[in-house]
């Protein structure tokens, strides 16, 4: 009678931890990052939903996504009782490849597994750093082909050394055709901002020239790859008639198109 008093114990505890465990609240997993920053996908432990009932999809109201130090817009797609969601990222500011991205519930409400067990509000996971993306920050240069037709022919630029750095302050040496001193004939400085659009890799720049005069300027430039070539497009705005290139447009949009690629100026990177 004490043997079966005994089994009949050790049933029970063991059931009880087993119920125990099945009812666990869910939780994170993972996170992982696309090589571009714009999707992160988080796992949880177990299939979840939006609702105590095994009913909806996870949305922006129940997850919250953070990144300090970087301006950023996201989304949330979400399948109810999918254990996977896709965070998609919309980056518009530099990364330097030391942020994280961390994703929690918004609230002790927010996610539910089939239970109708809530996640903790207080749950948290972190990605691994971002990768470093700095627009157009660094050395640049540009000549021969890669020098935009419209400075060739109006001005006879030879070709271009820019640099545009993390202070948002850039300096710019222009040397014209002919020029042996190894000075450059034009010396322009300033400030800049720069903004990724939500096309493609196309960021908007806006620049205000302090030297040799003072001048403002905008428009857009993307990085491309293979091999790493930057397509610069700009216009000066101030005392001018001169209509911008837009994200939208594309490149070769100046003036609404008139200029067609005259004012596409190409640079590559030195460092």
Request: net charge negative; hydrophobic share 40%.
């Amino acid at each position: 009678m004490k043997k079966l008093a005994i089994l009949l114990l050790i049933a029970t505890a063991f059931v009880s931890c087993s119920d125990e465990a099945e009812n666990q609240a869910p939780d994170f997993e993972k996170v992982e990052l696309s090589s571009d920053n714009q999707t992160a996908t988080v796992t949880f432990t177990e299939p979840v939903y939006a609702n105590a009932d095994m009913t909806g999809d996870l949305t922006d109201a129940d997850v919250k996504v953070e990144i300090e130090g970087v301006d950023f817009s996201y989304s949330v797609t979400h399948v109810a009782g999918a254990n996977v969601l896709t965070v998609n990222l919309t980056i518009t500011s530099v990364t330097d490849g030391s942020e994280v991205l961390k994703v929690s519930p918004v609230s002790a409400t927010s996610i539910y597994d089939a239970e109708g067990k809530a996640m903790v509000a207080e749950s948290q996971i972190v990605s691994d750093p971002l990768v470093r993306d700095m627009g157009i920050i660094g050395e640049w240069y540009s000549s021969g082909e890669n020098v935009a037709p419209l400075l060739v022919t109006y001005f006879q630029v030879d070709s271009i050394y820019a640099e545009f750095k993390e202070d948002n302050s850039y300096l710019v040496k222009q040397f014209n055709q002919g020029n042996t001193s190894g000075e450059p004939d034009v010396v322009f400085t300033g400030t800049f901002t720069i903004v990724k659009s939500s096309v493609g890799e196309i960021w908007n720049i806006d620049i205000s020239q302090s030297a040799p005069y003072e001048a403002v300027s905008s428009g857009i430039f993307e990085i491309k790859t293979d091999p790493e070539l930057l397509w610069y497009e700009v216009v000066q705005t101030s005392g001018t008639q001169n209509v911008p290139p837009t994200p939208e447009d594309g490149f070769g949009s100046s003036n609404g198109g008139t200029l067609g690629e005259m004012n596409i100026q190409k640079y590559i990177r030195i460092e």
